[in-house]
Every structure is written in structure tokens, then in C-alpha cells.
């Protein structure tokens, strides 16, 4: 029987087995704002893109009142701001102009948030795209960076995702004071000897641990501290996942 994963469950995997074990469990924590921002700008993208006539207003709101969304099930409604994060009434105007930029571009996307799964073997691979746009992949990307770095585990999967070599594009929203869209191609996913070598070397060995029951704690990461796991106190209090 083939095993579903998806990109998102990989690359927590390869970041920290244990914060991914915890992620699988019935815990309710808390998230950041910039994962809360991050999930409304998608879904205020992709409704606009799909014609539906809504504002960010709307979209952020019920995010920003802690009520838990439909595939939400482990946040608990409390959002933790960092001082980078911007106050919700100044995200809003942002969203709002990032999407009327998107919007105001000569071409419009042939489809949006597309869910697929293939089959590869004994593991069956399921993810979302956010759009085919000029006969490419596309995902939408947020960052308060001024360098983006193109995740080609993800761009990967999801050229894997559409059946094979596959044209694939980041459309980076730069959080600056005004919108800023930068389009990143990445070439890896028009190579099949690279995306054999993704499904051989890193989506079946992360399968197998997965399996195996390998959860041990990622404590080198850099991502490994209070501010940016919600797991963090409570990995310290029960000790690692073996």
C-alpha cells in the first residue's frame, strides 16, 4: 500500500523529526504572525485570482479573532507577534495592494490551487500548486527579506506533482513598504535525472525514517529555539523522539 506525503510533511521531516512527530499529534499551540499572514495572503490571492470579489479585510479577519480554520486543527487560536511583524491594519493595506499588482498583470493564471497526487511506486506523493500560469508551476512566496532562496525540494515534488519535467516559477512577494513581485525560475525541475535522484536520495529515505519511527530532535537547526517552534517547550520537557 503506497504511503501519502506531501512536501510540506517532507521538508518538516528533513528539518526536525521530532517537531514533525509533534506536528502529527493531538497538541494545540500557538502560531506565529507570519504564518497567519502567510496563510490569509494565500488564500486572499487565490480567491482573487479565482474572480471571487473579497477584500483582505475579509480574509484576515477571521484569522486575526483565533477562530481555527478547517485543516487547522492544532493551532490554538493565539497568535505570537514578533517585533518584525507588522500590526494587522498595516498588513491588510499591503495585502490588499499585493493582490490589486497581481491583478493589474497582462496574463491571468489557467488554473488555481490545484490539488494533485501521483503515484510513484510504493509512495503516493499529494500536494496544492497555487496556480498554472503561462503554461508554468507557480507558487506565491511572502517574505520580509530582500533575498529570497528558491526551496528546490518543493519546486521538485511539485514538477513530480504535474508528471514529470515541468517549468517551474517562485512569484516572490517582497514585503516592502510598497508590493515588490520578483519571478525566480528554477531549471532543476526540467532535469528528470534530478528529480530521480530527489525521489531516490531524499523523498524515499524520509518515507522509510518516517516508518521507522525516527523522530529525534533536530537541536542544531537553526530554527530550533523558542521564537520559532511551537514545539520547543514541549520537546525540552519530554526529551527526544527515538
Given at each position: 500500500m503506497a504511503l501519502n506525503i506531501s512536501y510540506s510533511s517532507i521538508s518538516s521531516y528533513l528539518i526536525c523529526p521530532a517537531r514533525y512527530y509533534y506536528s502529527k499529534q493531538p497538541i494545540q499551540v500557538a502560531r506565529s504572525a507570519s504564518l497567519i499572514y502567510g496563510a490569509a495572503f494565500h488564500e486572499l490571492l487565490a480567491k482573487s485570482l479565482s474572480g471571487q470579489p473579497v477584500?483582505?479585510?475579509?480574509v484576515l479577519a477571521p484569522y486575526l479573532t483565533g477562530k481555527p480554520k478547517e485543516?487547522?486543527?492544532n493551532w490554538n487560536g493565539r497568535i505570537v507577534y514578533s517585533d518584525k511583524d507588522w500590526?494587522?491594519?498595516?498588513?491588510e493595506i499591503w495585502m490588499q495592494d499585493a493582490v490589486s499588482l497581481v491583478l493589474s498583470l497582462p496574463t491571468k493564471p489557467q488554473a488555481v490551487e490545484m490539488k494533485l497526487s501521483r503515484t510513484?511506486?510504493?509512495?503516493t506523493l499529494t500536494g496544492?500548486?497555487?496556480a498554472l500560469w503561462g503554461g508554468k508551476l507557480v507558487d506565491f512566496k511572502f517574505t520580509a527579506s530582500r533575498f529570497f532562496k528558491a526551496d528546490l525540494l518543493q519546486a521538485a515534488c511539485y514538477a513530480l506533482l504535474n508528471g514529470g519535467p515541468s517549468t517551474f516559477q517562485f512569484l516572490v512577494f517582497h514585503r516592502?513598504?510598497?508590493p515588490r513581485l520578483e519571478p525566480i525560475t528554477v531549471k532543476?525541475?526540467?532535469d528528470q535525472q534530478y528529480l530521480d535522484w530527489t525521489v531516490n536520495w531524499v523523498i524515499r529515505p524520509t518515507v522509510k525514517a518516517i516508518e521507522a519511527g525516527n523522530f529525534p530532535a533536530n537541536r542544531g537547526h537553526n530554527l530550533c529555539s523558542q521564537e520559532y517552534c511551537s514545539y520547543w517547550d514541549i520537546c525540552r520537557k519530554t526529551g527526544e523522539i527515538r
Open positions: 477584500t483582505a479585510k475579509q485543516g487547522e486543527g500590526r494587522p491594519d498595516v498588513m510513484i511506486g510504493d509512495i496544492v500548486i497555487d516592502d513598504k510598497t532543476e525541475t526540467q
